[in-house]
């Protein structure tokens, strides 16, 4: 038995070291060294182009720069406005001088920059020339917890309409002109 399964063994290794007798190539063929014409370019395009999804193509960044207008020098300085308060706006205030912004008290030289509701009182956000902070509604404009007083001494706040965005102080007990955010 075991000789049997020697000669089997040495007949396959005998069997796979032979030449091949089939006459094909074992290298494939050059390929054609001609360009391939306008059209097989194309239909090769056209298996490679994705599926068409619906989706909008995004504008070069030529288009975009055309599409936009000049910036300003400085995007942080303030607006210099380009005709009188009394053109652009009828409704102003002709005792007010020109220029002048309407959220800025010049008695107080606060200004107010934001409303809001802080559940269900009232706030105000505003700024003098050394700090900024919240008024509320009170004797001297403080929340509570505040430490340091937004409001020179003598003013208060008498009411703070947020749909309107208007802040209502008094100087003495004697109220001023609403301050609203321009």
Request: aromatic residues 2%.
């Amino acid at each position: 038995m075991a000789s049997i399964a020697i000669g089997c063994c040495a007949l396959g290794l005998f069997a796979c070291g032979g030449e091949s007798t089939t006459s094909e190539p074992a290298v494939s063929p050059p390929a054609s060294t001609t360009p391939p014409s306008e059209e097989e370019q194309q239909s090769a395009a056209d298996r490679i182009a994705p599926p068409e999804l619906g989706l909008t193509p995004l504008p070069t960044v030529e288009q975009v720069r055309d599409a936009a207008p000049g910036g300003r020098l400085d995007p942080f300085a303030p607006l210099q406005p380009s005709a009188p308060e009394s053109v652009t706006n009828p409704d102003a205030d002709p005792d007010q001088e020109p220029g002048a912004d309407p959220a800025v008290d010049p008695g107080s030289g606060i200004k107010v920059t934001g409303v809001l509701l802080v559940a269900g009182q009232s706030r105000a956000l505003a700024s003098n020339a050394e700090l900024s902070g919240v008024l509320c509604v009170s004797a001297d404009g403080r929340c509570s917890g505040d430490s340091a007083p937004l409001l020179p001494p003598g003013w208060s706040v008498l009411a703070i309409d947020v749909p309107s965005g208007c802040v209502r102080l008094a100087q003495n007990g004697t109220a001023q002109d609403p301050l609203c955010i321009s």
